[in-house]
Every structure is written in structure tokens, then in C-alpha cells.
């Protein structure tokens, strides 16, 4: 097995915002790698903290947000043949300047869901692709016209020269949203941070947006970190999945262990929760219960008050992270070899034999 190159490393990230209710604990101590040319999805219930953790990586963190601790290093390549060499940050000790000079744009980038957060309307959209480009690469007004051509063919818009002088009202949804992914690419980044990037587009769309960003992964060896709440979007894109609960990852493997062989009751639940075809007249699953109110101190395992296996140290101690191979884990207390064997709810059993049958996970 080839060696994986390792480009960005999460450590003991905790951060917090200061609100007029007190303080939130939004992250709450999150590890994660992300190799060269791999795919990892962060998954999770809408406040789980994973957008929280992809924007401190982008530095874009809301000015009453805190980094209370950790550390978020990233390999980047600098320079070009015999002078190439491999440089290493820190992101969250650089300070605003050095990252945008160094960093944001140039060797990260982001997709964000709604495309009109990236997009100017009073701006024609060739503008728009060429001005990081002549900032971070000091490309010619000429040479960035030409690039900013090729990568609306890239994203699979036509009649590039015409379309640069449109602005983005006169493109559809989609269009747009290939549009931003086209300026995410524009100074060739090394990491693509994708937050719920097909989530107001419809299904057909969706489809078409995921296949894009894969085979430009594949044809640019681009690392990619999904964010979404969606597990059918983590089946069709991951190599990687981390599940996120109240600002923790509660389990963490490869698409396949977290699909296939899932450890924690709340990934169970997600799991259980994507609609099922062969499941016809029954009623969607959804978890019972709220996520916990992070202004408030967490006792114990965050998901006890809605998880129908919790035990009682549940209530009173929070589970460690358990490893269950080179690259599974999960932090609850039902792998414990003191606590009472407890088996995959029947109707998930069902389902995840289905899937290894049909040799697909959807």
C-alpha cells in the first residue's frame, strides 16, 4: 500500500462563543488527518460543530468565537522544480495577513451551500474568477481570461468567453454553484473544504454537482472535506467518516466500517434515518430527543438523554474514545468490556445486509 501524505492534522480543537446567554461550547476537543487526494466527510445534526471546525481551518470564525485550544497543521507544496519543498502551518497561529497571503484561496479553498455567499451580483463573473488569480498567482488580466475560459469548461459551463460577462443572476442554481467550485479551483488549491455544498439544489442537480467535484478530485489529486448532515451524500463521495455529536467526534473510520460496521448508537441512528426504498409504507426513523444546549455543561456522554442503550456511567462520565482497528474508533461506553453485549437494532441489521448483498451502501 502506498505511503499517504498527510496535509492537514486536527488536534484537541475546542472552541467557544461568547453569546448573551454565556459561553457555547460549539467544538469541544476534535481530532482529524486529511491525506493528499483522500475524501473525509464530517457528519452530523445541524449545530454538531462540523462547520465551526471547517471554517477555523479557513480562519472565517465570527469575531465573538474563541479558539479555547488545539492545534491545525497544514502541509502545503511551495515553489516549483529543484526549489519545490514541503512547508508546514499552523493555521490557527497565523495571523489574518500571512494567511490570506499564504493560505486562503491559494492552497485551501471553500464551496459554501448557498452559492450567492460566494458570488458578487453587481460583479460579472469573469471578475469574479480572475481576481484571485491576478492576486495570489500575478497572472496578466490576459492569462487570467484564458484560465478563468478553461476552468468554466472544467466545471462543465460552455461558451466561456461569452458567459464571463454575464453576472450571476443570469445563471441557474446549478450553474452558479459549478461557478463557485470553478473559484474555489482558480489558484489551484491542495485542500477543498465543501460545506453542504448541494443542499438547496435538487436531487438531479445534487447528483451532478457530487460527480463533478469527484472527478476533478481525481483529475487534480485534490484532498476534499465534505461537511453535511446527509449520509446518502457520504455514501456516494467519503473514503473517510467522522461522526459529529455536540461539538465531539463520537466515531470515526473508513466509508465502508462506518456503513457497514457501525459502534455508536448515534450513528445508528443516522443511518437509520436515510430513507430506504425496500422499507415501503413504514414510517422514517428519526432520533427521539434534541440535541443537548452546549451554554450548558455536559456531565458524562452527550447523547445518554436520547439513546435508548445508556447505561448509567452515561450519566455520569464521558466515554473514551475506543479503537477498534488502524482506522475505526468510537467513543462509547457500550464497547467496554464490563458492559452488557447489545445488538444492532433489527431493522438496521436488515439493512446493512442488504446493502453488503447489493455490494453498494445506498
Known amino acids: 500500500m502506498a505511503k499517504r501524505e498527510k496535509i492537514l492534522e486536527i488536534r484537541n480543537l475546542s472552541i467557544s462563543f461568547a453569546t448573551g446567554e454565556g459561553i457555547l461550547h460549539a467544538v469541544r476537543g476534535v481530532n482529524l488527518d486529511v491525506h493528499r487526494g483522500e475524501t473525509v466527510a464530517i457528519v452530523g445534526e445541524s449545530g454538531s460543530g462540523k462547520s465551526v471546525t471547517a471554517r477555523a481551518a479557513m480562519g472565517i470564525l465570527a469575531p465573538n468565537s474563541h479558539v479555547d485550544s488545539g492545534t491545525m497543521k497544514f502541509w502545503y507544496e511551495e515553489g516549483t522544480g529543484d526549489t519545490r519543498c514541503r512547508r508546514e502551518a499552523d493555521l490557527l497561529r497565523m495571523s489574518e495577513r500571512e494567511r490570506r497571503r499564504a493560505v486562503n484561496g491559494r492552497r485551501i479553498a471553500m464551496v459554501f451551500q448557498d452559492p450567492m455567499t ?12 480572475m481576481e484571485g488569480m491576478r492576486w495570489h ?4 488580466k490576459a492569462q487570467a481570461r484564458r484560465k478563468a475560459v478553461q476552468l468554466l469548461e472544467l466545471v462543465g459551463i460552455p461558451e466561456g468567453e461569452r458567459r464571463l460577462k454575464q453576472y450571476p443572476h443570469q445563471f441557474s442554481g446549478g450553474q452558479r454553484q ?13 485542500l477543498l473544504i465543501c460545506d453542504e455544498p448541494t443542499t438547496a439544489l435538487d436531487v438531479t442537480i445534487q447528483a451532478r454537482i457530487l460527480e463533478l467535484i469527484a472527478r476533478l478530485q481525481k483529475k487534480l489529486n ?6 453535511t448532515h446527509d449520509l446518502g451524500v457520504v455514501a456516494k463521495v467519503a473514503d473517510f467518516v467522522h461522526v459529529m455529536y455536540a461539538g465531539k467526534i463520537v466515531e470515526s473510520g473508513t466509508a465502508e466500517e462506518i456503513f457497514y460496521d457501525p459502534r455508536h448508537p448515534y450513528t445508528w441512528g443516522l443511518l437509520s434515518a436515510i430513507p430506504d426504498l425496500h422499507e415501503k409504507g413504514e414510517r422514517l426513523y428519526t432520533i427521539p430527543g434534541t440535541p443537548p444546549n452546549l451554554l450548558h455543561e455536559i456531565l458524562g456522554d452527550a447523547f445518554a438523554p436520547r439513546n435508548r442503550y445508556a447505561l448509567k456511567i452515561d450519566y455520569r462520565r464521558e466515554p473514551p474514545m ?8 468510537a467513543a462509547t461506553w457500550l464497547l467496554d468490556e464490563r458492559a452488557p453485549h447489545v445488538e444492532l437494532p433489527a431493522a438496521l441489521r436488515a439493512r446493512i445486509a442488504r446493502m453488503k448483498q447489493e455490494g453498494n451502501v445506498l
Open 322 to 329: 475506543v479503537r477498534l482497528s488502524d482506522t475505526h474508533s
Open 178 to 190: 459549478r461557478i463557485v467550485i470553478a473559484m474555489a479551483l482558480a489558484c489551484d488549491p491542495e
Open 118 to 129: 460566494s458570488l458578487d451580483p453587481t460583479m460579472a463573473i469573469g471578475e469574479q474568477l
Open 222 to 227: 485534490l484532498s476534499v472535506i465534505y461537511i
Open 137 to 140: 498567482n500575478r497572472l496578466s
